[in-house]
């Protein structure tokens, strides 16, 4: 709060102690400008993790469209700028939709191609938009009654009409980033697939981050014509998309500052730096690939880092006592169809190429069971798991869960149906701390798109992922980034994200895989006590574990099921011996 | 442009990224140095010839140093497809400004060599230019030799198996490191000639990269990335769409092959020769 | 000679050997067993560099082989035959095999290396002209065999060759084993298929969540079936 505050003091008063000209003043605006353009792109690459190499469209679109209003309509300078901003909305909207297909840098190639088309559209357009001599004609800018102020050739009150707008932009953008949207975008960010498998609907959280992006970059836009008082077709041109790639990657992704210092150095570069280096280009081309390869987090990005040192968290001396799984677990007691069946599945199949992985599955799990599966090498446990979990479709058969048919159904509505499951290989929110893997885990119950509000304020969410770090004996550790913890202590935050969303059915994927005899045993008695409370589907290649803690045991030969009972019968069973000894 | 020309520099392209899953920005440099190589050969030279031989092996060695010097760290990083992206973006903005510091901001004019100018014979109303029946046959006769290249020698061999399968080629005991300098000398080296001998049909500027690497992503794409048919198809489809569309008007060309390659990646993402798995990061 | 001496390995964060020491003489045939998830492919990946030994050292005719890059410790000597095969799906079994020459001799010697692939494994000679990919699985084992061997290793490392395959395989890779055994070439095994493992080789480590618990000559254990179904069974 005091930055923010110090930041509006510092911009209210620039003019008077700086010592400008118009010119100065004229490019401080500009930096303004950019700087807005830079944060709303951040929102995209910074916080929802889509690197963007389109958003000239956005700022173009704007930029004709608040010039044409302006130009040939003579339309209020409010009204202008705020069709400017929806343009870039729209224009987003329309790109992302297109676009979201795909992921990483194939997508970021989609999106310089497709903004290349409205170059095009411009260039040709000539009539409308002045093509390569750009949009000109602007009418004396003035603010609208009752304020009426001039703006065209008072570049003070441009200065500060500007800067207010840039200001009120960037609380806005602040807001809605600290809101529980805000953390969701980042939840997809670290982990898009965890996120998925928490509930969130991953690609529409990237389209309206999209918007977002978009409509601010769209008021960068209008903004800029405001400035220049003319549109030059290089507004729209690819090179505005690089250009603001690198005024964000100079001053750091995920800060609110950093936009704006990367902007300023730009335009120092552009400006200043050509006039004593006729060849500058050389010298920002470098200054990014230098940055690139070793300075990845900007200059800003890498100052943050420095400067917050991290508390050192304090090893918690390892607790005996064993967590109550009555605050782990709030799992429906009464869940399941009439037989009490709660997952099942009906000749699954799955096939790859000329291998059939999974074949013809019957599988069908009872409320307050807890199962393991076990088999051979190839067996198709992995796959079998995530067919089940809506990461993969089947090829044949059916999934009915609770009677009903779920065949087919995407990652996060699986979840929101009330079936979680932790990952063999260490899934967890790498860049978010312990108490944000389970927090945002149980926010995926309450609300996906609130813009609004402090997720701090929502109570019950904070509460029920405190409770968890406490039986699982995390919460000491709860502001270590969760890349940073011990591996038990993943793998147990690994459980706490899954039982975070409330989940009747918990498949756990080889709970114990890599640990100690000790956590091993540590783990194996937490399952066992989970067990009852919530039905429990395990994964597991310790035989030990899994014959002290099933109450039934499917195994796995091929894809097909080759016996299925408690663990005494599957001892005693010679075709199980069999396929496991070979002898 | 030309249907050959994108082909050639296509091909570069899409080999670059199928064995090393880097989408090189930097490519379209490599095609404005060749034709400034070109230039420099006949203006020191006089030999338009010469210049065909020399663009490709300067140009080549220049891909030696960008591949061992700067691409070279990031390999096997975190998000090393991207800072790929980010990395050869970088050099597509120094060297142009390179390149002005050396031979000045405005074009340089690179003339038709005397034995190809002029008109080979008449089609109808169409003049066919002996200058594009020699970029043509040119291409005709590299192709081929390519293609040998790529399905007949060790070094293709090694090219194709790590297309596939990295990991396993080291562990038959084959240095990759190596390999993939020499490639993406090779794409470098293509694009370079690709450049030169596009240099007398247009004009040899600084800029002269940034639309042809669009053009070349583009025909990747809808060829198919990692694949030779579909970059000879793509190049050739998109080439003679812009030729003929180009002539109805001009600026139209540009918004077609656009949204052929959305269509492409939205219906069929893989291209039309691309094999399945290589659309995603 | 090979010796592994206190490896421990990781994946992320997950321990997954835990000082692990064995060693291969000259010529040897040793097994390593194991249930899933044991170790045993680890050890393998380990011992080629694939994964990162974190401590420990590994040595090979005394010299240090910890930290190269896997395509020097092929050049020195150690093939590995994968579990998934990685057979090149996009080049025929010539191609294939031929890959395997390009360090020995660049490919000049192709048809006296045809010889000995066809010797062992006749049905790939009516295959060499067909791509990878199509290859059934049997044929994708014997191809992959024939390949590792083909980089004129000392030391074969074979990861579960007879996983997913028919029964009437195993003795095709008995056969095989003991052929290469018999020119001079040392294997470490990796094998669910115990009978199949004791029969082909003179020792046997017993892995467990990434521990050695057991050494034993092969017919020893091969004899001894409550240590078998400890470390084994269900």
Same mark, same amino acid.
């Given at each position: 709060?005091?930055?923010?505050?110090?930041?509006?003091?510092?911009?209210?008063?620039?003019?008077?102690?700086?010592?400008?000209?118009?010119?100065?003043?004229?490019?401080?605006?500009?930096?303004?400008?950019?700087?807005?353009?830079?944060?709303?792109?951040?929102?995209?690459?910074?916080?929802?993790?889509?690197?963007?190499?389109?958003?000239?469209?956005?700022?173009?679109?704007?930029?004709?469209?608040?010039?044409?209003?302006?130009?040939?309509?003579?339309?209020?300078?409010?009204?202008?700028?705020?069709?400017?901003?929806?343009?870039?909305?729209?224009?987003?909207?329309?790109?992302?939709?297109?676009?979201?297909?795909?992921?990483?840098?194939?997508?970021?190639?989609?999106?310089?191609?497709?903004?290349?088309?409205?170059?095009?559209?411009?260039?040709?357009?000539?009539?409308?938009?002045?093509?390569?001599?750009?949009?000109?004609?602007?009418?004396?800018?003035?603010?609208?009654?009752?304020?009426?102020?001039?703006?065209?050739?008072?570049?003070?009150?441009?200065?500060? %009409?500007?800067?207010?707008?840039?200001?009120?932009?960037?609380?806005?953008?602040?807001?809605?980033?600290?809101?529980?949207?805000?953390?969701?975008?980042?939840?997809?960010?670290?982990?898009?697939?965890?996120?998925?498998?928490?509930?969130?609907?991953?690609?529409?959280?990237?389209?309206?981050?999209?918007?977002?992006?978009?409509?601010?970059?769209?008021?960068?836009?209008?903004?800029?014509?405001?400035?220049?008082?003319?549109?030059?077709?290089?507004?729209?041109?690819?090179?505005?998309?690089?250009?603001?790639?690198?005024?964000?990657?100079?001053?750091?992704?995920?800060?609110?500052?950093?936009?704006?210092?990367?902007?300023?150095?730009?335009?120092?570069?552009?400006?200043?730096?050509?006039?004593?280096?006729?060849?500058?280009? %050389?010298?920002?081309?470098a200054?990014?690939v230098l940055?690139?390869l070793?300075?990845?987090?900007?200059?800003?990005?890498?100052?943050?880092?420095?400067?917050?040192?991290?508390?050192?968290?304090?090893?918690?001396?390892?607790?005996?006592?064993?967590?109550?799984?009555?605050?782990?677990?709030?799992?429906?007691?009464?869940?399941?169809?009439?037989?009490?069946?709660?997952?099942?599945?009906?000749?699954?199949?799955?096939?790859?190429?000329?291998?059939?992985?999974?074949?013809?599955?019957?599988?069908?799990?009872?409320?307050?069971?807890?199962?393991?599966?076990?088999?051979?090498?190839?067996?198709?446990?992995?796959?079998?798991?995530?067919?089940?979990?809506?990461?993969?479709?089947?090829?044949?058969?059916?999934?009915?869960?609770?009677?009903?048919?779920?065949?087919?159904?995407?990652?996060?509505?699986?979840?929101?149906?009330?079936?979680?499951?932790?990952?063999?290989?260490?899934?967890?929110?790498?860049?978010?701390?312990?108490?944000?893997?389970?927090?945002?885990?149980?926010?995926?119950?309450?609300?996906?798109?609130?813009?609004?509000?402090?997720?701090?304020?929502?109570?019950?969410?904070?509460?029920?992922?405190?409770?968890?770090?406490?039986?699982?004996?995390?919460?000491?550790?709860?502001?270590?980034?969760?890349?940073?913890?011990?591996?038990?202590?993943?793998?147990?935050?690994?459980?706490?994200?899954?039982?975070?969303?409330?989940?009747?059915?918990?498949?756990?994927?080889?709970?114990?895989?890599?640990?100690?005899?000790?956590?091993?045993?540590?783990?194996?008695?937490?399952?066992?006590?989970?067990?009852?409370?919530?039905?429990?589907?395990?994964?597991?290649?310790?035989?030990?574990?899994?014959?002290?803690?099933?109450?039934?045991?499917?195994?796995?030969?091929?894809?097909?099921?080759?016996?299925?009972?408690?663990?005494?019968?599957?001892?005693?069973?010679?075709? %199980?011996?069999?396929?496991?000894?070979?002898? | @442009?030309?249907?050959?020309?994108?082909?050639?520099?296509?091909?570069?392209?899409?080999?670059?990224?199928?064995?090393?899953?880097?989408?090189?920005?930097a490519?379209?440099?490599?095609?404005?140095?060749?034709?400034?190589?070109?230039?420099?050969?006949?203006?020191?030279?006089?030999?338009?010839?010469?210049?065909?031989?020399?663009?490709?092996?300067?140009?080549?060695l220049v891909g030696v140093l960008v591949e061992r010097g700067v691409l070279k760290r990031i390999y096997?990083?975190?998000?090393?497809?991207?800072?790929?992206?980010?990395v050869t973006?970088g050099l597509?903005?120094m060297?142009?400004?390179?390149?002005?510091?050396?031979?000045?901001?405005?074009?340089?004019?690179?003339?038709?060599?005397? $034995?190809?100018?002029?008109?080979?014979?008449?089609?109808?109303?169409?003049?066919?230019?002996?200058?594009? *029946?020699?970029?043509?046959?040119?291409?005709?006769?590299?192709?081929?030799?390519?293609?040998?290249?790529?399905?007949?020698?060790?070094?293709?061999? *090694?090219?194709?198996?790590?297309?596939?399968?990295?990991? @396993?080629?080291?562990?038959?005991?084959?240095?990759? $490191?190596?390999?993939?300098t020499?490639?993406y000398a090779?794409?470098?080296?293509?694009?370079?000639? $690709?450049?030169?001998?596009?240099?007398?049909?247009?004009?040899?500027?600084?800029?002269?990269?940034?639309?042809?690497?669009?053009?070349?992503?583009?025909?990747? *794409?809808?060829?198919?990335?990692?694949?030779?048919?579909?970059?000879?198809?793509?190049?050739?489809?998109?080439?003679?769409?812009? $030729?003929?569309?180009? @002539?109805?008007?001009?600026?139209?060309?540009?918004?077609?092959?656009?949204?052929?390659?959305?269509?492409?990646?939205?219906?069929?993402?893989?291209?039309?020769?691309?094999?399945?798995? @290589?659309?995603?990061? | 000679?090979?010796?592994?001496?206190?490896?421990?390995?990781?994946?992320?964060?997950?321990?997954?050997?835990?000082?692990?020491?064995?060693?291969?003489?000259?010529?040897?045939?040793?097994? !390593? !067993?194991?249930?899933?998830?044991?170790?045993?492919?680890?050890? !393998?990946?380990?011992?080629?560099?694939?994964?990162?030994?974190?401590?420990?050292?590994?040595?090979?005719?005394?010299?240090?082989?910890?930290?190269?890059?896997?395509?020097?410790?092929?050049?020195?000597?150690?093939?590995?035959?994968?579990?998934?095969?990685?057979?090149?799906?996009?080049?025929?079994?010539?191609?294939?095999?031929?890959?395997?020459?390009?360090?020995?001799?660049?490919?000049?010697?192709?048809?006296?290396?045809?010889?000995?692939?066809?010797?062992?494994?006749?049905?790939?000679?009516?295959?060499?002209?067909?791509?990878?990919?199509?290859?059934?699985?049997?044929?994708?084992?014997?191809?992959?065999?024939?390949?590792?061997?083909?980089?004129?290793?000392?030391?074969?490392?074979?990861?579960?060759?007879?996983?997913?395959?028919?029964?009437?395989?195993?003795?095709?890779?008995?056969?095989?084993?003991?052929?290469?055994?018999?020119?001079?070439?040392?294997?470490?095994?990796?094998?669910?298929?115990?009978?199949?493992? !004791?029969?082909?080789?003179?020792?046997?480590?017993?892995?467990?969540?990434?521990?050695?618990?057991?050494?034993?000559?092969?017919?020893?254990?091969?004899?001894?079936?409550?240590?078998?179904?400890?470390?084994?069974?269900?």
């Open positions: 709060m005091r930055g923010l505050a110090l930041a509006a003091l510092v911009l209210a008063t620039v003019p008077l102690y700086a010592d400008y000209t118009p010119f100065y003043l004229g490019l401080l605006t500009e930096v303004l400008v950019f700087g807005l353009f830079a944060l709303a792109y951040d929102v995209l690459l910074g916080h929802a993790g889509v690197l963007s190499l389109g958003h000239s469209a956005f700022v173009g679109v704007a930029a004709y469209t608040t010039g044409l209003l302006l130009a040939r309509y003579r339309a209020p300078l409010e009204l202008s700028v705020l069709a400017g901003a929806v343009g870039g909305l729209v224009t987003a909207l329309v790109l992302g939709a297109l676009v979201l297909r795909k992921r990483g840098v194939y997508l970021a190639m989609l999106t310089l191609a497709l903004s290349q088309v409205f170059y095009y559209v411009v260039l040709m357009w000539t009539p409308v938009t002045g093509g390569t001599d750009g949009l000109g004609n602007l009418p004396v800018l003035a603010l609208s009654e009752p304020l009426g102020w001039r703006l065209s050739k008072r570049p003070v009150t441009r200065y500060y %009409v500007v800067a207010a707008v840039v200001f009120l932009a960037m609380l806005a953008i602040r807001y809605l980033l600290r809101s529980p949207f805000g953390r969701v975008m980042r939840a997809v960010k670290a982990n898009e697939t965890r996120a998925a498998a928490c509930g969130y609907d991953t690609r529409r959280v990237k389209l309206v981050a999209f918007a977002i992006s978009g409509l601010f970059s769209g008021l960068a836009g209008a903004l800029l014509t405001v400035v220049l008082e003319f549109v030059p077709i290089e507004n729209i041109h690819w090179q505005m998309s690089g250009a603001v790639l690198i005024m964000t990657l100079f001053g750091g992704t995920g800060t609110l500052l950093g936009p704006f210092v990367g902007a300023g150095v730009f335009i120092w570069m552009r400006d200043f730096l050509s006039k004593y280096l006729e060849y500058w280009e %050389v010298f920002v081309g200054s990014f940055i690139v070793f300075l990845p987090e900007g200059i800003v990005g890498t100052l943050a880092r420095l400067v917050t040192r991290r508390r050192a968290a304090p090893v918690s001396a390892e607790e005996d006592r064993l967590p109550e799984p009555e605050r782990l677990v709030r799992a429906d007691p009464r869940s399941g169809d009439a037989d009490g069946r709660l997952l099942e599945s009906r000749g699954l199949t799955k096939r790859f190429g000329g291998l059939t992985a999974v074949d013809r599955v019957d599988f069908v799990v009872r409320r307050g069971e807890l199962r393991s599966v076990i088999g051979p090498n190839g067996a198709g446990k992995t796959t079998f798991f995530n067919l089940l979990t809506g990461v993969l479709p089947p090829s044949a058969g059916r999934i009915l869960w609770k009677g009903a048919d779920i065949t087919g159904q995407p990652a996060h509505k699986i979840s929101r149906l009330g079936i979680a499951r932790s990952y063999q290989i260490t899934n967890i929110f790498g860049d978010l701390t312990v108490f944000e893997n389970v927090r945002i885990a149980a926010q995926s119950r309450v609300t996906h798109y609130r813009f609004w509000g402090n997720p701090d304020r929502l109570t019950a969410v904070n509460e029920r992922a405190e409770e968890i770090l406490r039986e699982l004996g995390l919460s000491a550790r709860r502001d270590v980034r969760g890349a940073e913890l011990s591996h038990g202590e993943q793998r147990y935050l690994e459980i706490g994200v899954a039982l975070a969303t409330d989940p009747d059915f918990l498949l756990l994927d080889e709970p114990t895989a890599g640990m100690s005899p000790d956590e091993t045993r540590r783990t194996a008695a937490l399952v066992r006590r989970l067990a009852g409370l919530v039905t429990i589907v395990v994964v597991e290649h310790d035989m030990e574990v899994v014959m002290g803690i099933s109450d039934r045991i499917t195994v796995l030969n091929y894809g097909e099921v080759l016996a299925e009972g408690t663990p005494a019968e599957i001892r005693e069973n010679a075709d %199980v011996r069999r396929v496991y000894l070979r002898d | @442009m030309n249907g050959c020309i994108l082909v050639l520099v296509a091909l570069g392209l899409s080999i670059v990224f199928g064995l090393m899953g880097i989408i090189n920005f490519h379209g440099i490599f095609y404005m140095l060749g034709a400034y190589a070109g230039w420099l050969t006949v203006h020191l030279t006089g030999s338009f010839w010469l210049a065909l031989l020399a663009a490709p092996i300067a140009v080549g096997g990083t975190r998000n090393a497809n991207f800072a790929g992206v980010l973006y597509a903005i060297i142009p400004d390179l390149v002005r510091m050396t031979f000045g901001r405005p074009g340089k004019p690179f003339a038709v060599p005397e $034995a190809l100018t002029g008109s080979l014979f008449r089609l109808g109303a169409i003049d066919v230019h002996r200058y594009r *029946v020699f970029i043509l046959l040119v291409t005709a006769v590299l192709l081929p030799l390519l293609w040998l290249l790529l399905n007949k020698t060790n070094l293709g061999l *090694v090219i194709r198996a790590g297309t596939s399968d990295n990991l @396993m080629v080291q562990l038959l005991g084959i240095n990759v $490191a190596r390999t993939w020499i490639t090779l794409g470098a080296a293509l694009a370079a000639f $690709a450049g030169v001998i596009t240099a007398p049909l247009v004009a040899v500027a600084p800029e002269m990269g940034g639309l042809v690497l669009i053009e070349c992503f583009i025909v990747t *794409v809808v060829g198919g990335m990692g694949s030779f048919v579909g970059a000879v198809v793509g190049g050739l489809l998109i080439g003679e769409t812009l $030729a003929l569309t180009g @002539m109805l008007y001009d600026v139209l060309a540009d918004v077609v092959i656009y949204l052929a390659m959305a269509l492409v990646l939205l219906v069929r993402p893989r291209g039309l020769f691309g094999q399945e798995g @290589m659309s995603e990061e | 000679m090979l010796r592994v001496e206190g490896v421990d390995a990781y994946y992320g964060l997950s321990h997954v050997l835990q000082g692990v020491s064995l060693t291969i003489g000259a010529g040897e045939a040793v097994a !390593l !067993l194991g249930r899933n998830g044991a170790g045993k492919t680890t050890t !393998l990946k380990t011992i080629m560099a694939v994964v990162r030994a974190r401590r420990g050292r590994i040595t090979w005719n005394d010299v240090d082989i910890t930290s190269l890059p896997p395509y020097r410790i092929v050049q020195l000597g150690i093939g590995y035959v994968p579990e998934e095969r990685r057979v090149f799906p996009n080049l025929t079994v010539y191609e294939n095999l031929r890959m395997a020459r390009l360090t020995v001799d660049g490919g000049r010697r192709m048809d006296e290396y045809l010889e000995r692939v066809f010797a062992l494994f006749p049905p790939l000679q009516q295959r060499l002209d067909n791509k990878g990919r199509t290859l059934s699985g049997g044929e994708q084992q014997m191809l992959t065999m024939a390949r590792s061997l083909g980089t004129d290793p000392k030391l074969l490392l074979i990861d579960e060759p007879t996983e997913g395959l028919m029964p009437a395989f195993v003795d095709t890779i008995s056969r095989t084993i003991g052929e290469i055994q018999r020119q001079g070439v040392a294997v470490l095994l990796v094998e669910q298929n115990t009978r199949l493992a !004791l029969e082909s080789t003179q020792r046997v480590y017993l892995i467990e969540k990434g521990v050695i618990k057991h050494e034993a000559r092969s017919g020893e254990l091969a004899r001894d079936a409550e240590t078998r179904h400890r470390y084994l069974g269900v």
